[in-house]
């Protein structure tokens, strides 16, 4: 077998030539969309508690702001690098493009290990970041959100830095913040809500129900957890979770408000006495009906994929499944549905939070799930439908969708000067 490159960034520029194809871009097109527009990388230096100081590398990528600003998380974790921030900015532009949102794509990173920082170093290290890619971000520039590692509270402090800079409080700088601070209602489970959302089209595309559905969830950060909470809820059988360190199977299923409290302890889940416990590899070979990777890039290859016995698999992360593993499970008759649609109701009630951080006018939290119900369903319709007329997987439609948008725009904007 052909030793698969990983690298985020090749892959995603593979996947952008397969529409690029389909779409017959020329040359010079597909060389504007596939080059980032800006790429920052700076040094973040940080007082230790103990009076040390640690540097760490961040980086701020910008891929495209053709169909309006730039949006896209922040990542901390010890893995970050510029190819991965890359691949990542080019998601989110395909992202919000697919969802039809008027946004570009850009994404963040910090290489660290936030977990082994105190609270005021987290503090210390989001400031001077923000500091640092000051210049790229603003409300109608580059719009911040929380990823991998990052949350509501670093949201805040990011808010707060460039609002102290400015000399204005500018709550559209940033999404996924606090309530208190111009947060959304439902951002919190927006990712996890998007996903169910697409989850029961598929189901009823394939005559399946989600009700009595095996479950297999890979991470349990934002969309993992609430994905759990939201299947089981809906009748779905969790029959196995994991996190970083490993996971649990049962499968008679596992209940997620006890899977939960068990991590409020600091425990890992594969010491949940509730089941079997198994790694993160064993999770994907699972005998399921759905499987739902939650955590990061490469996680089913064409190693794995023939082994993968999911009817559906609802990429909840970004960038789960390499290209020779998405030909696989096209050909074994698999439903794949794409990060760039799957786990996009969180950038949809991020920009449902800068609509309202705008007007400064809130709405409550059936309103937003009932709009971004519309947004999920509307996009995948577009992209099943996309699909079927390039006889493609769900992928392949996804990618044409959201790239002939961003050309199209391009088009018509023309290119300065
Ligand atoms: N980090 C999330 C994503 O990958 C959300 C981005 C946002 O809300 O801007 O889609």
Redesign the pocket.
Known sequence: MPRENLNPFVIAQSYFQQAAERLKLDDGMRAILSTPKRALTVSIPVRMDGGSYKVFVGHRVVHNMSRGPA???IRFHPDVTLDEVKA?AS??TW?CACLDLPFGGG?GGVAVDPHALSLNERERLTRRYTSEILPLIGPDQD?????VYTDPQIMAWIMDTYSMTKGTTSLGVV??KPLALGGSRGRDKA?ARGVQFVLREACAARKMSLKGARVAIQGYGNAGSHMATLLHAEGARVVAVSDSRGGVQNARGLDPAQLQAHKAKGQSLKTFPGGTSITNKQLLELPVDILVPAALENQITANNAPRIRAKIVAEAA?GPTTPLADDVLFKRGRTVIPDILA??G??T??YFEWVQDFSSFFWDEDEVDRRLEVYMKRAYTSVAATAAKHQCSLRGGAYVLAVDRVAEATRVRGIFP
């Open positions: 949006k896209g998380g990542l998601w989110m992202k994404k719009i911040p959100a929380p990823d999404t996924g990712t970004n786990n996009a969180g950038v009630v991020s």
